[in-house]
C-alpha cells in the first residue's frame, strides 16, 4: 500500500521492493519488512547475489564458498550445500560479487532507544500475536509453561479459534508438562491434542530426527523430538510457539548470577539462529506446517533488548520473566499456570529420560554416543 506495488506474494513484493529502491539501499529495503524471512536476491546487471533474513533468524538461509574453485551456493538446509557452510548472520546483509569472488557483509541496526513503560512491551506482543494469525485454522504448541500460556491467553481474548498441540513418552512415568498443558488448556477452552509415543516409537524415529537438525547434541535431540512428534499431529497450516521468551526476557536459571541481564540477554538471543531456530523451523516443515514465533517479532525484539530488567528477573524472590508472568496474571490466567517455574521440554516431556533408557538398553556409556550412533554422517 505504502508504494503502490501490485504483488501475488511475498517474493514478488521483495523484488518489486528491491527494484523500486536499488540495490544501494538495500538496507532500507531489508529493514522495512516486518515478518520472518529468507531471501536471495540476484542481479545480472551488478553481478551480485544479495542475502539476507529476518532481524531474529526465524527463517534459515545458509551460504558455502569456495574460492579456488571460484564457486558460490546457498540454501536453506546446510546439508544441502557441497562443502563447508555458514549461516547467513541476520544482522548482516551478505552480498556475494561474482566477478571478484568475494563477500561483503552490512550491518543492520537494533533500536537501542530504553523502554521505560512495560506496557509498550504488552501492546506489542499482543500485536505480535494477532499479525501472525493465518486466515485459515490455528495451532499452538502448548507445554504448560507461561510463554506459551500467555499467547494462548491472548488469542482467547481477542476471540481467535485454535488447537493446541503437545507431546510426549508414554511408558515411563508420566510426562510432568502434561497436567499443566490439560491443566492451561482447559482455562483457555482449547482442544488440547496430546501425542504421547512409546519409547520404542521414538527409537524408530531417532535417526530421521538426527539427520533433520543435523546435530546428536542430547539437549537438541531432546527439544527437536517434543516439537517433531508434537507438530506430527498439527492438521492446521500455522502453529504459534512460545520460543523465545527465555532469551529475551531473562527466563533461564543461569540469569540468576547475571549482573548485566539485558547484555546477557542479547548474548543468548544472537545465538538463536544457529541452534535453536534452524532446527526447530527444519522440523516443522518437514512435516508440513509453518512455524510461527510472536515472541521473536522483530519491534518486540528491539524494545525487549532495552527493558528495564527489574521486569525481567528478581533474584531476591526467585522471579523470572516479571513482565509475561504479570501479564499473564492480568489477563485471567491462573497464577499457577502465570508463576510456574520453568522446566526443560525435554525433561517435562520424558524424552530426555527416553534417550538415557536407550543409551543403556543399548550399551552406550553416555546419551551422546549413542545419538552419535545412529547418525549416518558418522557410519559413512
Sequence with gaps: DKYKLKAKNDAELVLKLIELKGMKKIVNVVEELDGDFAFAYFSKKANKIILAKDLA?????????????????????????????????PRKITIY??????????????????????????????????????????????????????????????????????AGIKDLTEPKDLA?????????????????????EFEKELPKIISLIESTDPVRV??????????????????????GADELFAGYNRFKNSTQVNKDCYSYFIKMYENDLYFEDIITMSNKVELRVPYLDKKLVEKALRLNPKYKIDTEKDINKIILREYAQELGLGNEFSYRPKKAAQYGSNFDKALEKLAKKNNFSSKTNYLNSLSKEKNN
Design 97 to 166: 560479487d561474482i566477478k571478484t569472488k568475494k563477500i561483503k557483509n552490512i550491518d543492520r541496526w537494533i533500536d537501542k532507544k530504553k523502554v521505560l513503560d512495560k506496557n509498550e512491551i504488552k501492546d506489542l506482543l499482543e500485536l505480535a500475536v494477532k499479525k501472525r494469525i493465518p486466515k485459515k485454522e490455528l495451532a499452538l504448541l502448548l507445554s504448560g509453561g507461561v510463554d506459551s500460556a500467555l499467547i494462548g491467553k491472548i488469542l482467547q481474548n481477542n476471540k481467535m479459534k485454535f488447537n493446541s498441540y503437545f
Design 57 to 89: 533468524g526465524v527463517k534459515p538461509l545458509a551460504f558455502s564458498i569456495n574460492t579456488k574453485e571460484g564457486k558460490f551456493a546457498f540454501a536453506t538446509e546446510k546439508k544441502a550445500l557441497p562443502f563447508k557452510s555458514t549461516h547467513i548472520n
Design 222 to 243: 531432546g527439544v527437536a523430538s517434543t516439537i517433531y512428534f508434537a507438530t506430527k499431529k498439527v492438521k492446521e497450516k500455522v502453529v504459534l510457539s512460545g520460543l
Design 180 to 200: 499443566f498443558a490439560k491443566g492451561v488448556a482447559k482455562e483457555l477452552g482449547t482442544k488440547l491434542n496430546v501425542n504421547l509415543v512409546t519409547v520404542e
